[in-house]
Structure formats: C-alpha cells, structure tokens
C-alpha cells in the first residue's frame, strides 16, 4: 500500500469517498477503486486503456521506454543468453533453473512429448485446408475431454502437470495442424532433438528421416517461442485469466485465449502482415498504402505497426529484426521481392509524420512474419506458432491466479438500451 491517497467527491455536495493506492514495483502505481460504486457508479474504461485488472509478478512493460521484463529479466538478455524451454520454467516458477533443474525440466518436457492417438483422429475430421487456428483452437479444447480426470483447478500437483503437458504437447499439435492443412502426413517426435528442432522437423520433415534442420533455423524458432513467450495482461491472456476466474478445465481457457489471439489486431497480425505485402505487390504501391492507412475514411491499417502498450519501439521487434537478417543471410534470401517491399515499408512509415506522430512503430508481428516466411512456414501457420510460444505466458497467469486468492471475473457496463418496457398485449 502505498501512502498515497485520491478522493473522489461528487460536485455540489459532500459525498466523497478515500481511494488508497496500491504500489507497484515499477510502472504505475494503481488506484483501488473497489468503493466506487458506493458513489452509485461505475468506473468507465471500454478497451481497459486503463484499467489494471489483476495483480502479477510475472511480467512488466514500459511502453515508453520500450522495456519488456520477464521476472525482472530484459527480454534482450534473455533473447541472448536464455532459450525457450528455460524461459519457460523462468516464468512459471519465478527463478531461472540451476542446471540440474534446468535438466530436470527438460526431461519433463520430453516426458510428456506426445498426443492420444485420439488426436489424429479427431484432426482427421477436419478437411484439408481448414485454418489451423481453427484446428488448433479445437483440438487443445477437445483435450479438456482427454484429461478431465487430472484437472483439479484447486490443487497445485495437477496445475503443474497441466502447464508441462502444454508446453510439451503444444509444438506436436501445431506441426500437426501445418501437416493436415498441408495434406501431408505427420513426423513423430523425436526426443534426441531440441525443443524448436522437434519442432521444425514435424514441420518439415520425412517420417522416419533424420533430421536436416539447419542450426540457424533452430535458433531462429527457438527464438520466436522464447519472444512470443509472455507480454502481460493482453487481450488473449486476460481472456485465459477470465475463462479460468470460473473455474473452468484449463485447455478449455487455452482454447479462448487460441480464439482471442485469432484477430488482425492481436496476434492474427503476422499473417495480416505477409498478406498486406502481398497485397502490395511491387515497391511502386506503397505510397498508396500508406496513403490508405493515414485516411480516416479507409478501414485499412498498416499491419504490423502499432500497439497498445508500446509507444516508443517495441523491443521483441528489434530483436526479431537483428535474427530476420541473419536467417535471410542463411537462406540466400536477402534479395527477395517480398522482403525488399517489407524493409521500404519500415523505412518510409519509420519517417512518415502520421506514424512518427502517433508512435506506430514495427512490431514483433511485422519481423516474425517476414522470418517465418523466409523458413518456408506459410502465413496461415504463423499465429499458430504465435500461439505455441504464448501457451506458456497464458498457463503461467492461470497458473498464478489460481494460486492466490481470486474471485470470479465479472464486470459491469454502461447500459444504453432501453428502459423498461411492456410486452405488447
Ligand atoms: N496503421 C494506421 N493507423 C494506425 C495503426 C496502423 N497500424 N495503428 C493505430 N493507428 C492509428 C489509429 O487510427 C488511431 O488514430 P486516431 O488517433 O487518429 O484515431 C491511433 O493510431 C491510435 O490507434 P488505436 O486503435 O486507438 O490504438 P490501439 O492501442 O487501440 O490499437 C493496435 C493497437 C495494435 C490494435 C493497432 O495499432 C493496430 O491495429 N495495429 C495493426 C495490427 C497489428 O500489427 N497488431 C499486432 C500488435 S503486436 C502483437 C500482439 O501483441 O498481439
């Protein structure tokens, strides 16, 4: 607590009400604003722009400073000298392992490094084609049904169990989705391999092949995971928080979270981003994308710029850029017709006065589109893979929720319909 204080006091008479403020390690403080309706109103704040709706100690952004810590960690340093699977364990239990519980950790994973035989069954009804976040969102709901027995919210045994069959199984899913979409058919897990090179090679290999994934791409994936891994209360992590304030099977809140991540203006953006290149076509069209983007008139939006939180430069995005490079070095690739309009594209709205002005800066999705192309992923994929990596952040709120006091979510409204009225007789 901290000793500030606000009060809130109705104009013309003497009603007011002591607001204490809660402290926080950094960032804002928050303004506790639990007595409020005892003014006979509520607080009004449609998009949460701002509104804290939980307490966490997992994460903290500055936006505009551009900071992005996990535990206290800066994402660069953790992009540089940590990889996904200790990231993982870094989130969830607070503290990054020691080697041996780093070891452990690992061998947990693989422990858990396989899907029912139900699974191909279930994908198996899907026709080939369909989106793989359709997929996806399906088949992580339909294993509520696989593990409804170990899924006692309350006890914190399952909930663990539960965070490392996630971890493990999430990559064997989306490798699975890319592979039916594709009309191909699957390549098990191989447990001698990494974490992102299983991955890769379920993506792109042949069944009972060894695998020739190249080390560049390894670390490239690895790094899309360990970058996508947590970002605060965001849309598709405060919808697990609230699916999860009920009380409800947690592949079923992951499955929300999958659906929430879906849209353009969360993690849908990277492939909104290969799309709009696309789109664009030759060099010569982007004034007039750009032109569209600044008009008020026209729905259209420069994917892959802008956010919420970031209003300076969003740091997994510098990241992303500096491995961009160097996968597109190792690919042969930096010619490439797409990615020329995508780096003129940076550059023309890095200067643009609209996009200096209001702080709309490249963000993760803009770099991690342009990679996982290069890679050969197609775009219908790339929330999906957004998805894999963010299944650890979204599991680790849950996880943090329900391991503290919490109270179902339920917030109020502003109501605009109409006042009572009769039934005609
Ligand atoms: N292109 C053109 N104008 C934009 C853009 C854009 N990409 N983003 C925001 N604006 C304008 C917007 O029109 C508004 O202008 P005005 O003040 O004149 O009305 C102003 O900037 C503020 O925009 P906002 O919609 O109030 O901002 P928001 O915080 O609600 O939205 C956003 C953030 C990320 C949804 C938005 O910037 C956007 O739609 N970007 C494109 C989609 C995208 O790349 N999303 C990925 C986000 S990063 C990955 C993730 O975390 O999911």
Redesign the pocket.
């Known amino acids: 607590m901290s000793n500030k204080k606000f009060h809130l006091s109705e104009e013309g008479t003497d009603t007011s009400i002591e607001l204490p403020v809660l402290s926080s390690t950094l960032g804002q403080d928050v303004i506790d604003i639990a007595r409020v309706p005892e003014t006979g109103c509520f607080t009004f704040d449609p998009?949460f722009?701002a509104t804290a709706s939980c307490e966490s100690a997992i994460t903290f952004i500055d936006g505009d400073k551009g900071v992005l810590l996990h535990r206290g960690y800066p994402i660069e340093q953790l992009a540089a000298n940590s990889d996904f699977l200790e990231t993982c364990y870094l989130l969830i239990n607070g503290e990054l392992p020691s080697d041996s519980e780093k070891e452990a950790f690992e061998q947990t994973i693989k422990s858990h490094n396989n899907v029912e035989s139900a699974v191909e069954q279930f994908m198996s009804g899907f026709s080939q084609g369909s989106h793989p976040m359709a997929m996806l969102c399906a088949v992580v709901a339909a294993m509520s049904a696989t593990y409804n027995d170990t899924t006692d919210v309350s006890n914190a045994d399952d909930r663990m169990l539960t965070v490392n069959r996630l971890i493990a199984k999430m990559p064997i899913l989306a490798a699975m989705c890319h592979r039916h979409f594709s009309g191909l058919p699957y390549v098990s897990t191989n447990n001698d391999l990494s974490y992102a090179e299983n991955f890769l090679n379920m993506m792109f290999g042949t069944p009972g092949a060894k695998s020739t994934v190249s080390p560049v791409l390894t670390k490239a994936m690895d790094l899309i995971f360990l970058l996508h891994a947590d970002?605060e209360q965001?849309?598709?992590t405060s919808t697990v928080r609230l699916s999860g304030s009920s009380g409800a099977n947690p592949y079923a809140c992951i499955a929300s979270g999958i659906a929430a991540?879906w849209g353009?203006?969360?993690?849908?953006?990277?492939q909104?981003?290969l799309e709009m290149l696309e789109e664009i076509g030759d060099e010569k069209h982007i004034d007039e994308f750009i032109l569209r983007?600044?008009d008020?008139e026209d729905g259209?939006?420069?994917?892959?710029?802008?956010?919420?939180?970031?209003k300076n430069f969003?740091p997994r995005a510098k990241v992303m850029k500096e491995s961009c490079d160097e996968v597109l070095a190792e690919l042969g690739l930096e010619h490439d017709p797409l990615l020329k309009i995508a780096k003129r594209l940076e550059q023309i709205a890095l200067e643009d006065e609209?996009?200096v002005e209001?702080?709309?800066y490249p963000?993760?999705?803009?770099y991690s589109g342009i990679i996982m192309k290069a890679i050969g992923i197609s775009p219908e994929m790339f929330t999906v893979i957004?998805a894999t990596g963010r299944t650890v952040g979204w599991i680790s709120h849950w996880n943090e929720m329900l391991s503290n006091p919490y109270r179902i979510g339920r917030p109020r409204q502003r109501y605009t319909g109409y006042a009572q009225r009769d039934y005609p007789a």
């Not at 353009?264 to 990277?270: D, K, R, V």
């Open positions: 998009g722009g970002h965001n849309a598709s991540l353009p203006a969360h993690g849908g953006a990277n909104a981003v983007a600044k008020k259209f939006r420069l994917m892959g710029f802008g956010h919420r939180v970031y969003d609209y996009f209001k702080k709309l963000n993760v999705d803009f957004f």
